[in-house]
């Protein structure tokens, strides 16, 4: 998750219920925001990977729908207790805890850590022997945008549920309607309706700040930089060159395809299923990352598949990470430097070994391979560099063009209706 989506998610739950969140508060420059017994907020690991944090008592009966619900990797929920080790969304029957075990604990750990060693495994047995009605889960990392949203929206509804509760006690009257209500596919049907509003509208206004229909072509302009690069002088009217020239141009259109005039992407609503988007703005650089991937094509033994395009300062680039599932993979990467010039990288792996390593400096006209010199390239290599490009564009699209197009979408591509 990255603080632009993070912000935008915030934002988007407040505006759908401004009395849902209470008063933003800051810790240093830390936002922090606070639903029901919950605080929530964004912190970068010392990795650098985002998380949101949820922190305080999320009650048992909340966890238990996000382990049913929500275990699916995309969603990236992490279960984090002292006294347990990190895990992806395990099961919380394991992982909660209550007020008795807290305050035992505290009294252990202020005798020593003989004491605390004694007595902590019949702690747990006690504490596994009472109700769960009483038990919570302390903290949650969420990695993704779209699990933020699932324990934003479960959990406001387990607080709404408690209220209704309340208000039916103290007047001591009965609705069955609400309470069948709680239980009817109706609500359920809501709840994801619900979501799915909040995603589409987080990712509208994600693209709206990132921009992600400008060309390379409008970038560099930007940066003003010369588009007569050495390549075109040196290159010529080289057919196999050109060939490499409008794979390229397929390739970046594939990673990025909100820059492709000549199709019809659906309407956000209709693909937020079939394809995640993950984007990030950093106003201090001026650098933008768009990264798009296939829920269904997460699971890879050694690297996922995803495609991204990063704008910088000092260019553009546009790159695709890509497990076979058969323990070989690719990364390729096209990119505009105003220091290197154009270069195309292309990597390939087996078993987490590199097994080939093309850098093609587009500009100069050099290619190095592996750990030898760099040399001229000739027109052989560039045709097998464009099938190369071919293939890779071919697997980017089963993650951005194939998911996102408007049906009636072929190779041959139609141009887009006015």
Known sequence: ??????????????????????????????PVYYLGPVAISCNKTVTKTQYAEINGKIPLEVAKVMYEKYSNPL??????QTTYPEKLNPNPIDYAIDEVYEKEMRNYQMQGPEILSK????ALEKLHQRPDK???????????????????????????KEKRKKGL?????????????ENSNENAEV????????????????????????????????LQINQATASDIVEGYNPEFQKLREALNDFDKAINPYMNEE?????????????VIEADYDASNKKSIIKFSNPKEKDTQYYIRTVQTIKTPEGISYAIEYDHGDG????????YNIYQGEILTINKFLYNCITQRTVYNITNGTIKVLSSEEITVDSNMQSLMAIDVASATNLAETITTNNMAKKGYTKTLSKKKN
């Open 191 to 222: 709840k994801e309706q619900k979501k799915k509003e909040i995603l589409e509208e987080v990712t509208k206004n994600i693209l709206e700040k990132i921009h992600p229909e400008q060309s390379t072509e409008d970038w560099l302009n930007r």
């Open 134 to 160: 009483n038990k919570y889960i302390k903290k949650y990392l969420i990695e993704t945008k779209e699990g933020l949203i699932a324990l934003l929206t479960e959990l406001e509804e387990y607080i709404s």
């Open 75 to 80: 969603y990236g929920i992490k279960i984090v």
């Open 263 to 275: 199709i019809q992407l659906k309407e956000r609503k209709d693909n937020l299923e079939d394809v």
């Open 328 to 335: 070989s993979a690719l990364q390729m990467k096209h990119e």
């Open 119 to 122: 007595n902590k495994e019949r």
């Open 1 to 30: 998750m990255t603080n632009l989506e993070f912000e935008e998610v915030m934002k988007t739950i407040i505006k759908q219920n401004p009395t849902l969140l209470k008063t933003v508060k800051t810790q240093g420059k830390k």
């Open 169 to 181: 006690a103290t007047n001591k009257i009965i609705s069955f309607t609400d309470i069948f209500a």
